[in-house]
């Protein structure tokens, strides 16, 4: 709709969203016949990208200030183990796709 720092335009705005939405005629809900909503995620889920995980476990690497050891390998070593945290192999055996 919009954004605005005038109060009365802010009221404005929140009236047309409003009407919006009562007058709005395309698909209101999702419906899922016949599956649980979290099995429709997961069948819907193609893959999963290291490099997306990379990111999003990337930030929390630096949020808890990991990231003042300046070490790659070290990096990838507690992501592998935040994202395989019963696998003690499964490091060991990425790190090698990694490094050859």
Do not use: C, W
């Amino acid at each position: 709709m919009g954004s605005s720092a005038d109060p009365d335009a802010i009221e404005n705005l929140y009236k047309q969203g409003k009407e919006f939405i009562q007058t709005y005629q395309g698909q209101q809900i999702l419906t899922f016949p016949e599956q649980d909503f979290k099995e429709a995620v997961k069948r819907s889920i193609k893959g999963i990208d290291i490099e997306g995980v990379n990111l999003l476990l990337g930030k929390v690497y630096s949020a808890v200030g990991f990231d003042k050891i300046e070490s790659e390998l070290f990096r990838q070593l507690v992501i592998i183990r935040l994202t395989h945290p019963a696998s003690k192999l499964k490091p060991l055996n990425i790190l090698n796709v990694i490094f050859q």
